[in-house]
């Protein structure tokens, strides 16, 4: 007895002299220690920001001897806590975070602990949410959601939530972000998580801000700051975070000397618990706005030293702190820096683009797999009424036939699983072709901004026109995607709202808002795809022409767009204006490009054109729907 004392006394002395003396710890220590101690030593210095390479040292040789000695659970803790480590530290790549996490997942399916393998889902769509894998992170969402209900727990269930409303803000789609958000306060409120009612201020911030609600943006800091302060004083970083987001919105609503407190805030804040080198890179968002403020020498100690964190940290594919600290440098006449600094923006640029590129031939396999989901679609919902009817009959049945009460039951009860099935996946097949149309528009935004880039370095104005005429078609096919995703239909534009905004896009291009009125005569009207995109082009070509060529000088106008489906098989096009028209005996002007891109495109939709140049000039299209479909 006096033996086995004196052993358990041993161990213990050394456990704590590997807690109390961390500057003399190797990894040889543990191998000895139980693997219970270890994962304890894991989760206190998980979060230190200290010994790194020996954390990751000791997490690995502990995963190692656990997959040997260990059940699923402890296997599961050790992956979620390398999880929870790479994610703080951004030691690796985010790769590192997610592969742990779903080893984690999978060691917990292997056991009962449901509120586990929920909570693992719902730690898992943040970590594919920051890898941009939105279709997985939306289907752990879900499998996350639907335990927390099987389980009632409303905690888990306010957190999914929460999650939901970051999913839709990562994808822009601030509205349900904030819907979601808001669904998730009260029940976070009710179960008494604080820290989590003061995270999901956040979503409102940002949400708020980019919806141009500034006011409702700040009170969510606001309530953010209050709750960490009053009830959740441990999360040391909401309020970090809180004050940079308000800073953003700030500066979205051009209030630069509070978007000036609130960065500094961030950054005394986080310099005050972690140290000020890894706050560094905060100091970005303060020399922000030092160069809107035209304080360049301020703006560049600030930048200089956020820029240098970014690229020590190995995350250099950085665009717009680039380009401040290359507008710090040109205000200062060091145009050696400068130049330097736009390069290195214009690298990222390119990179990101070629990114793109090369994941367009996936994408494009999506899109089409997406296309053969489309068709199904309906018959899914046929399908869903039809059993939805089922049920209802089974029911009756059931209420009159009570001696087949068992078996009807059991039949009941696989329906409706099914029907649940289909509605989930109803929901992913739209937020899969929602999600192609936002990629598809962000690429088009993508190739626009470079070919102004490119544009604003030329002289030749004639390339200089070409440049911008390219601007515009890409634009009017981005509107589109745009329409697309933000839509309700999923299959059809409604294209007076869609010439609208396109018009709108082209008078900011020529800065003509004062100048030249452009009117939509006609009424609401809904096309698909393939007949939407040409005509979007012909009516963009034919806006630019009049634009450039039909009020010359200071000559104000109007140009009239109206498209009308006049019978069952025939659409008609007009667009007017009342210009200078065209002079008899005058060479056309421009290259010619426009109006063959007209012509090619009135023959692809089986059209004929008409033009009329008595006053002003008239061009009127006909198309014959069932050739353009």
Known sequence: MTKKLIISLT????IINIYGQENELNVENFKTVSIDSSLSWMRKNAYTGKNLDLFHKIGLQTLKRSLHTSGSKTIAEIHEELANWHGYNGTFSPDSVVYHSEKALEFYQKTDDKNKIANTYRTLSIDYMNTRQLDKAQEVLFKAISLYEELNNESGLGNAYRSLGVLYQVMEEFEKSIEYTNKAIPILEKTGNYASVAIAQFNLIIGYGELGEFEKAYQAADYCLEIVRTKAPEEIFVPVRAHSYRGEVYMKANDYGNALKDYMSAWELCKENIGEERCATYRTEIGQVYLKQNEFRKALEHLSIGVNAYEEKGQDNIVQPYLDLAACYENLDDYKNAMLYKDKAHANTKKMLEDKVINLQTEAVVKYETGKKDEALASQTL????????????IAIAALLAILLLSLFYFFNKNKKATKIIKAKNAENELLLKEIHHRVKNNLEMVKSL??????????????DAMIASQNRVQSMGIIHQKLYQGNNLGSIEMKDYFVNLSDGILDTFNAEDKVKIKCAMDNLELDVDTAVPIGLIV???????LKYAFPKDKKGEISISLQKSTNDILTLKVTDNGIGKVVGQAPKGTGFGSQL???????LDGKMLEDNKKGTTVLFEFKLNKAA
């Open 383 to 394: 399908l869903l009424e039809q059993k939805s009817k089922a049920q209802n009959l089974i």
């Open 540 to 546: 963009n070509e034919l806006l630019t022409n009049a």
């Open 11 to 14: 161990i213990l002395c050394f």
């Open 598 to 604: 007209i012509k090619l495109l009135t023959q692809q």
């Open 451 to 464: 070919i102004a880039l490119q544009s604003a370095q030329l002289e030749d104005s004639a390339s200089k």
